[in-house]
Antibody, heavy 120, light 108 residues
Framework: EVQLLESGGGLVQPGGSLRLSCAAS????????MSWVRQTPGKGLEWVSA????????YYADSVKGRFTISRDNSKNTLSLQMNSLRAEDTAVYYC?????????????WGQGTLVTVSS | EIVLTQSPGTLSLSPGERATLSCRAS???????FAWYQQKPGQAPRLLIS???SRATGIPDRFSGSGSGTDFTLTISRLEPEDFAVYYC?????????FGQGTKLEIK
């Protein structure tokens, strides 16, 4: 059974940093790309970032480019999102999602999400 | 960046009726890299359709996807009570891999 468990969310001041993690199990982790998607409470989904199965290719939304860094540790089946220079508009539930391909694909399994609140 | 526009914003129907949800892309979506998701309150999104028309594992055959290029459709042939939710489209053929703003399917 595929399981994705996010952690690392919390309250952070504007300008601060936070690192999210996603522990994956139930599939061959390095065969699949992974994504982060966020959702502002009561609003729609926003794609944030993706990384290929090998980790060699990364992709970012313009809204986070230069501030967020996606990475993965295939030896530990873990996906990470380092978030720097956080802004109020980054407040959201952050989901990690397994992608159904090594580079491109839809999100076929999702974690339950972790809440990030950026506020003073 | 490809912008996805979903219509209608809200769809009010009764159980047993047919639902047709639309998603239009601002540019052609390459190789039908297109998906539909369902989201219920307090839950993560659930993949329904990928590749524009392929049902994900475990998805009932009352859900079907069609379309190519810039126009895509999700059809639910006969609505069940558990189908009332918010539906999102997504293109994943180019970066950023954008989502539509969602269509809320509510009970009439």
């Amino acid at each position: 059974e595929v399981q994705l468990l996010e952690s690392g969310g919390g309250l952070v001041q504007p300008g601060g940093s936070l690192r999210l993690s996603c522990a994956a199990s139930g599939f061959t982790f390095n065969n699949y790309a992974m994504s982060w998607v966020r959702q502002t409470p009561g609003k729609g989904l926003e794609w944030v970032s993706a990384i290929s199965g090998s980790g060699g290719s990364t992709y970012y939304a313009d809204s986070v480019k230069g501030r967020f860094t996606i990475s993965r540790d295939n030896s530990k089946n873990t996906l990470s999102l380092q978030m720097n220079s956080l802004r109020a508009e980054d407040t959201a539930v952050y989901y990690c999602a397994k992608v159904d391909g090594s580079y491109y694909g839809a999100g076929d399994y999702w974690g339950q999400g972790t809440l990030v609140t950026v506020s003073s | 960046e490809i912008v996805l526009t979903q219509s209608p914003g809200t769809l009010s129907l009764s159980p047993g009726e047919r639902a047709t949800l639309s998603c239009r892309a601002s540019q052609s979506v390459s190789s039908s890299y297109f998906a539909w998701y369902q989201q219920k309150p307090g839950q993560a999104p659930r993949l329904l359709i990928s590749g524009a028309s392929s049902r994900a594992t475990g998805i009932p055959d009352r859900f079907s996807g069609s379309g190519s290029g810039t126009d895509f459709t999700l059809t639910i042939s006969r609505l069940e009570p558990e189908d009332f939710a918010v539906y999102y489209c997504q293109q994943y053929g180019s970066s950023p891999r954008s989502f539509g703003q969602g269509t809320k399917l509510e009970i009439k």
